[in-house]
């Protein structure tokens, strides 16, 4: 297992249990702890820290986030599991500075879903940082490769539009085939 899918995991186990534990402010020596027990050996843990710090950093606005785009699921109705990992692929897509290219952040989360949560867990993180990806490709933010866009004024950018559109079709036929493939792999 690679570093950093080691150390987003036990990030991801430290959130779960902070937030269990009814979110208490020793979430350092949690991570620590965790990093100690699963991820022994790992020379450089400030990416585990660093998730998990920034999670908590930005939970209000990440919240507000799952709040927007699953409005059917209340905060507290989301499995502490599926809430945690779609905490962590929000703040890497929007507060992580770019660190993990978009898509690779998406896809750490699905595979965290799937390996922590429940049957429909890896849809429903797909389903959500999907649609968070998508505004983010429409409102210019990000290109379809998933690099930063500058952030710079236009008005009426009826080409720029166009091509938004376009990226925008092409990732939702993207999802569409990922969930199709999910879909047969838990078949088989």
Same mark, same amino acid.
């Given at each position: 297992?690679?570093?950093?899918?080691?150390?987003?995991?036990?990030?991801?186990?430290?959130?779960?249990?902070?937030?269990?534990?009814?979110?208490?402010?020793?979430?350092?020596?949690?991570?620590?702890?965790?990093?100690?027990?699963?991820?022994?050996?790992?020379?450089?843990?400030?990416?585990?820290?660093?998730?998990?710090?920034?999670?908590?950093?930005?939970?209000?606005?990440?919240?507000?986030?799952?709040?927007?785009?699953?409005?059917?699921?209340?905060?507290?109705?989301?499995?502490? $599991?599926?809430?945690?990992?779609?905490?962590?692929?929000?703040?890497?897509?929007?507060?992580?500075?770019?660190?993990?290219?978009?898509?690779?952040?998406?896809?750490?989360?699905?595979?965290?879903?799937?390996?922590?949560?429940?049957?429909?867990?890896?849809?429903?993180?797909?389903?959500?940082?999907?649609?968070?990806?998508?505004?983010?490709?429409?409102?210019?933010?990000?290109?379809?490769?998933?690099?930063?866009?500058?952030?710079?004024?236009?008005?009426?950018?009826?080409?720029?539009?166009? $091509?938004?559109?376009?990226?925008?079709?092409?990732?939702?036929?993207?999802?569409?085939?990922?969930?199709?493939?999910?879909?047969?792999?838990?078949?088989?």
């Amino acid at each position: 297992m690679a570093n950093r899918h080691l150390l987003r995991t036990v990030a991801m186990q430290s959130l779960f249990q902070w937030d269990f534990n009814g979110q208490p402010d020793d979430l350092p020596s949690i991570v620590a702890g965790n990093v100690r027990e699963f991820a022994p050996g790992v020379e450089d843990a400030a990416f585990a820290h660093d998730l998990a710090d920034g999670v908590v950093q930005h939970r209000e606005e990440i919240d507000a986030f799952i709040q927007q785009w699953a409005p059917h699921w209340p905060i507290e109705q989301i499995t502490n $599991v599926d809430r945690n990992v779609i905490r962590i692929g929000i703040f890497e897509l929007k507060f992580g500075d770019r660190q993990v290219p978009p898509k690779v952040a998406i896809n750490e989360a699905i595979e965290l879903a799937k390996t922590f949560g429940g049957d429909a867990s890896g849809k429903f993180v797909n389903g959500v940082l999907g649609a968070i990806f998508k505004d983010m490709l429409a409102k210019g933010e990000v290109t379809d490769e998933g690099d930063a866009v500058e952030q710079k004024e236009q008005e009426n950018d009826v080409p720029q539009n166009r $091509v938004l559109g376009e990226a925008m079709k092409e990732t939702d036929d993207a999802v569409e085939e990922e969930v199709a493939e999910d879909v047969q792999s838990e078949e088989s």
